[in-house]
């Protein structure tokens, strides 16, 4: 069983990860030709209007993206499925491989920029999304409520159909807040990642967060329950 200690502790680690996500959306979206690589919804939206030929918005990013996601997430769920519950060695690795993931593609982006429209940055595009329904899957097994690192729509229809204003007791209200504002934050350090180093910021947002995923796969480690 979970010791509130054990429960902070991945709450707190997921909230972090969460905002890697806002900077790895940010990146991807201002730096890789409008793709979400972590935010699917976005992207699947951004994908039916592309299809329907909307203000020339891209296909094959997108679609690339949505692969990428939804093979991360399988490997993710086919190394957990036989995992112990709550953070386990193999909670450790599949999230290490998210930061290493990261970390690759930032330095690979910094010594190539990934041009639009170019093999190479359909290729960041790709790996960058299977990285994030890696991330996604770890999360989901690790079942931290309310914290999903990857989406807030959830959350913040949490937050409102159990506030008090709705008639609710207002539970969960802290973590859900913060999970709504670190996407909120990182998607702002992404968008100024790349407004000031340009070219270089998207290598630079990637690195950061894969570095940032790394440091919270390694403290979940330390303190793994299996």
Do not use: C
């Not at 093979?71 to 499925?81: H, T």
């Not at 931290?144 to 229809?157: F, G, I, N």
């Amino acid at each position: 069983m979970r010791t509130w200690d054990d429960a902070r502790r991945h709450l707190v680690l997921m909230l972090a990860l969460t905002f890697t996500t806002g900077i790895v959306d940010a990146v991807g979206y201002l730096g890789l030709d409008r793709v979400f690589t972590a935010n699917m919804t976005g992207n699947v939206v951004i994908l039916g209007m592309g299809l329907a030929g909307a203000d020339d918005l891209p296909v094959l990013g997108p679609a690339l993206a949505l692969v990428g996601f939804l093979a991360g997430a399988a490997v993710g769920g086919r190394v957990l499925r036989t995992a112990p519950a709550g953070w386990s060695h193999r909670t450790s690795g599949t999230f290490a491989a998210t930061g290493v993931l990261a970390v690759v593609l930032g330095v690979g982006a910094l010594v190539a920029t990934p041009v639009e429209g170019t093999w190479w940055a359909f290729v960041v595009t790709a790996l960058l999304a299977v990285a994030m329904g890696l991330q996604a899957a770890s999360a989901r097994r690790l079942a931290v409520k309310d914290v999903t690192t990857v989406v807030v729509t959830s959350t913040l229809t949490g937050l409102a159909a159990d506030s008090r204003l709705a008639g609710g007791a207002g539970d969960g209200w802290a973590r859900r807040s913060l999970a709504v504002l670190l996407i909120l934050l990182g998607a702002g350090v992404g968008a100024l990642l790349l407004k000031v180093g340009g070219e270089q910021g998207v290598g630079v947002g990637m690195l950061f967060a894969g570095v940032l995923a790394l440091v919270a796969a390694a403290l979940g480690h330390r303190h793994r329950e299996a």
